[in-house]
């Protein structure tokens, strides 16, 4: 069985169901034509919630199957808008202010959408020696964000087997 995928009314090929009523009350074991018969008295459909490969029946529930989507269709999409992504903003030592405006245009609109942002700086070759001025470079430039984010404290991580430093911290919305 796919998942999400239902076998409704005529569809279910059992000639037994364990029958479960519109308000959660277990009927029991009966034929599939009575369960059919009692679907349709009360206006909804024949759903098979779960269909075992051994002995036992499948269970079937009398309930609106558009409703049962519907719902599960908001469920997901719901689940889907509250998952928290992480950007990444890159900059480098030398950055020009022009590059620099933008990158914190776009950051500005990451946090807007409550992403949280891993802002690094990037040091190479003789730039590797000047990381007490890039830190207070960058805290500088972090300071912009105060209004809208909280950050953590700066991080220096050097790349093993390359001239590259890396300072990087993590933007949280506020």
């Given at each position: 069985?796919?998942?999400?995928?239902?076998?409704?009314?005529?569809?279910?090929?059992?000639?037994?169901?364990?029958?479960?009523?519109?308000?959660?009350?277990?009927?029991?074991?009966?034929?599939?034509?009575?369960?059919?018969?009692?679907?349709?008295?009360?206006?909804?459909?024949?759903?098979?919630?779960?269909r075992?490969?051994?002995?036992?029946?499948?269970?079937?529930?009398?309930?609106?199957?558009?409703?049962?989507?519907?719902?599960?269709?908001?469920?997901?999409?719901?689940?889907?808008?509250?998952?928290?992504?992480?950007?990444?903003?890159?900059?480098?030592?030398?950055?020009?202010?022009?590059?620099?405006?933008?990158?914190?245009r776009?950051?500005?609109?990451?946090?807007?959408?409550?992403?949280?942002?891993?802002?690094?700086?990037?040091?190479?070759?003789?730039?590797?020696r000047?990381?007490?001025?890039?830190?207070?470079?960058?805290?500088?430039?972090?300071?912009?964000?105060?209004?809208?984010?909280?950050?953590?404290?700066?991080?220096?991580?050097?790349?093993?087997?390359?001239?590259?430093?890396?300072?990087?911290?993590?933007?949280?919305?506020?």
């Amino acid at each position: 069985m796919k998942k999400g995928y239902y076998r409704i009314n005529d569809s279910i090929c059992s000639k037994k169901v364990q029958l479960i009523d519109g308000e959660n009350k277990l009927i029991g074991d009966i034929g599939i034509e009575e369960a059919m018969a009692k679907a349709r008295n009360s206006g909804l459909d024949l759903v098979e919630l779960n269909r075992n490969a051994d002995t036992s029946l499948p269970i079937c529930k009398i309930m609106d199957y558009g409703k049962m989507q519907y719902d599960r269709s908001k469920k997901e999409k719901k689940s889907h808008q509250n998952h928290v992504h992480t950007k990444e903003i890159k900059i480098s030592f030398t950055i020009s202010d022009h590059d620099l405006q933008t990158k914190h245009r776009k950051i500005r609109e990451f946090l807007d959408h409550k992403d949280r942002v891993r802002y690094v700086m990037r040091l190479r070759g003789r730039h590797c020696r000047m990381i007490s001025e890039a830190k207070v470079l960058m805290e500088s430039y972090l300071d912009g964000f105060e209004d809208i984010a909280v950050w953590d404290t700066l991080q220096v991580s050097e790349k093993p087997k390359s001239r590259e430093t890396l300072l990087h911290t993590m933007l949280r919305p506020q």
